[in-house]
């Protein structure tokens, strides 16, 4: 047991570049004009180590990516809403194929957009007032497709730009 005490005490032996380390104090200077105040130190940030992070990151399933396209999709129809609205009007006048359907539908839309930016000052503002424009036509959609037993408005969409309308 002593020998175990002895090794303990060779082990702990300070070295001359930790005792470097440590930082000697200065005894606080007045001058002799003020009267002495308690030395106050400047508050030293507490040292922290950094913990190494450990980030958990899952695995993600094929539904999630299937869920992404779908509402990647679905944001593009409802951007292009007012367009697809117009271009189911004109596909009960005219027969049209899918890809005629998109094309009429993003130029319509894009002019719709064009005409929002002009009239309206600033990109958001305009952007803002064609979300609106977008909202009111997909609920003006909503409401013939409850109004009206026989004209399936989404099915017909969907049918018109799938190309299975032709």
């Known amino acids: 047991m002593s020998e ?26 007045t001058p002799a004009a003020e009267p002495a105040q308690p030395a106050v130190e400047p508050a030293q940030p ?13 695995e993600r399933g ?3 990516y299937v869920g992404f396209a779908l509402l990647c ?3 593009i129809c409802f ?18 194929n899918g890809a005629a359907a998109w094309i009429f539908s993003a130029i319509l839309s ?3 957009w064009l005409i929002f ?18 909202v009111v036509v997909f609920a003006l959609l909503i409401a013939i497709e409850v109004l009206t037993e026989k004209l399936n408005v989404f099915a017909s969409i969907f049918a018109l730009l799938s190309g299975a309308a032709a």
Do not use: W
């Open 117 to 134: 930016k002009l009239k309206v000052k600033g990109f958001k503002k305009s952007f803002y007032f064609y979300i609106g424009l977008c």
């Open 4 to 29: 175990e005490i002895k090794n303990e005490e060779e082990k702990v032996e300070v070295t001359p570049a930790a005792a470097a380390d440590v930082p000697a104090e200065k005894p606080a200077e």
């Open 73 to 75: 999709v679905l944001c």
């Open 46 to 58: 507490a040292v922290s180590e950094t913990q190494p992070q450990i980030i958990i990151q899952k």
């Open 110 to 112: 894009f002019i719709i």
């Open 79 to 96: 951007f292009f809403m007012p367009g697809i609205a117009l271009t189911f009007g004109v596909s009960r006048l005219v027969s049209l």
């Open 62 to 64: 094929f539904s999630h």
